[in-house]
């Protein structure tokens, strides 16, 4: 990053965004009022929900985009599923672990984050926990 990118009078627009999506968790510039704000037990709770918020809408995003037919549902056959709490995502081809090793993002919002900023590759679908099991068990039977 360019130092001139770090006083709010020249930083990019796109900057600005990210600093504001960010401000609970990024590095902020101005510490002073951040650290004033960070003893303000509401604006923390409200920056949590927040973040907890966006954490819930990049998962739902994600899963849609992966899931049955382009819906919020799992994969798996006839399985009605919609319950974004009950979804998860699923290497098709079995590669998690490797994904995970070579990835170092390789679970949960970093994942999501990871997939959206890379297109959505293929490689993942989105199954319900209980077919997620199913799957495993079915594959760990075959090649035993
Ligand atoms: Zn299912």
Not at 67 to 78: D, I, N, Y
Request: positive net charge.
């Amino acid at each position: 990053m360019r130092k001139d990118s770090r006083t709010k009078e020249t930083e990019t627009p796109r900057r600005r965004a990210y600093r504001h999506a960010h401000l609970f968790t990024a590095r902020i510039h101005d510490h002073a009022v951040y650290a004033r704000k960070k003893k303000n037990p509401d604006w923390v709770q409200h920056r949590k929900e927040l973040a907890d918020q966006e954490r819930l809408n990049l998962k739902i995003e994600v899963l849609t985009r992966y899931g049955g037919a382009g819906s919020l549902q799992c994969c798996w056959g006839e399985c009605l599923v919609q319950d974004v709490d009950m979804l998860t995502l699923d290497h098709t081809f079995n590669n998690g672990a490797r994904d995970r090793r070579e990835n170092k993002c390789g679970c949960g919002s970093m994942l999501y984050r990871r997939l959206r900023r890379m297109g959505y590759p293929d490689g993942f679908q989105t199954l319900c926990g209980s077919h997620q099991m199913k799957k495993k068990i079915m594959f760990e039977r075959e090649n035993v």
